[in-house]
């Protein structure tokens, strides 16, 4: 039997995932060691091996089969834009995507005028601006801190996730626009899902029954 690989992103969510895998039997102790050096983490008795990831890479290794099966973020999934299967919503790591900006950027939205949209999520921004508002804007990527740029005058409004709304409260922003919810999603390779369909399919069927 060979082994099913699964790419975790790393940091809360993939300690999440690691809580749900043992409600049903699979268990990776060594995972959980934060010291460890280690890159794979194998489970001989299941047959399985495990590895942590950027989250953004999730969805490369998962479309090029170097990992069977992925567990992401759904931001990660549709910045990335990769074939692959969405097969479940894991129902934790909860936030939305939203068009952020001052009251004052309302207007802009309501006329569709041209604005600059900052964001980490340059393809979302550009998709949800483009195909659903119709509207025409420039989008400009940003690697750290995107609520600086409506405060400096870098760009009108900003695309990114809300938890809690708490940063944006405190630097005088807010939600203008929903774009989408989000949580943590698992992936599948195609080719995969066809040559392990069984031990995939029974995989999800235990893992629903835990969620």
Same mark, same amino acid.
């Given at each position: 039997?060979?082994?099913?690989?699964?790419?975790? &992103?790393?940091?809360?969510?993939?300690?999440?995932?690691?809580?749900?895998?043992?409600?049903?039997?699979?268990?990776?102790?060594?995972?959980?060691?934060?010291?460890?050096?280690?890159?794979?983490?194998?489970?001989?008795?299941?047959?399985?091996?495990?590895?942590?990831?950027? &989250?953004?890479?999730?969805?490369?290794?998962?479309?090029?089969?170097?990992?069977?099966?992925?567990?992401?973020?759904?931001?990660?999934?549709?910045?990335? =834009?990769?074939?692959?299967?969405?097969?479940?919503?894991? @129902?934790? @790591?909860?936030?939305?995507?939203?068009?952020? @900006?001052?009251?004052?950027?309302?207007?802009?939205?309501?006329?569709?005028?041209?604005?600059?949209?900052?964001?980490?999520?340059?393809?979302? &921004?550009?998709?949800?601006?483009?195909?659903?508002?119709?509207?025409?804007?420039?989008?400009?990527?940003?690697?750290?801190?995107?609520?600086?740029?409506?405060?400096?005058?870098?760009?009108? $409004?900003?695309?990114?996730?809300?938890?809690?709304?708490?940063?944006?409260?405190?630097?005088?922003?807010?939600?203008?626009?929903?774009?989408?919810?989000?949580? &943590?999603?698992?992936?599948?390779?195609?080719?995969?899902?066809?040559?392990?369909?069984?031990?995939?399919?029974?995989?999800? =069927?235990?893992?629903?029954? $835990?969620?």
């Amino acid at each position: 039997m060979r082994y099913l690989t699964f790419a975790l &992103a790393k940091g809360r969510l993939a300690y999440k995932t690691l809580e749900l895998l043992e409600k049903i039997g699979v268990n990776m102790e060594e995972m959980k060691d934060k010291n460890t050096r280690k890159l794979i983490f194998t489970n001989e008795d299941l047959k399985i091996r495990m590895f942590l990831s950027k &989250a953004s890479d999730v969805p490369t290794y998962v479309e090029y089969g170097a990992a069977d099966i992925g567990v992401v973020g759904k931001d990660t999934i549709l910045e990335e =834009g990769r074939k692959l299967y969405e097969v479940m919503d894991l @129902g934790f @790591g909860k936030c939305s995507m939203c068009v952020c @900006g001052p009251e004052s950027a309302r207007e802009y939205l309501e006329h569709q005028q041209l604005i600059r949209v900052a964001s980490k999520y340059p393809n979302i &921004a550009k998709d949800y601006f483009n195909h659903k508002k119709h509207q025409t804007v420039e989008i400009i990527k940003l690697h750290g801190s995107v609520e600086l740029a409506p405060i400096v005058g870098l760009s009108e $409004v900003i695309v990114d996730i809300v938890e809690t709304g708490t940063t944006l409260k405190e630097n005088g922003l807010k939600v203008l626009e929903e774009i989408c919810p989000l949580s &943590a999603r698992i992936v599948v390779n195609q080719v995969s899902m066809k040559m392990e369909n069984e031990r995939i399919g029974q995989l999800l =069927g235990a893992l629903k029954k $835990v969620i």
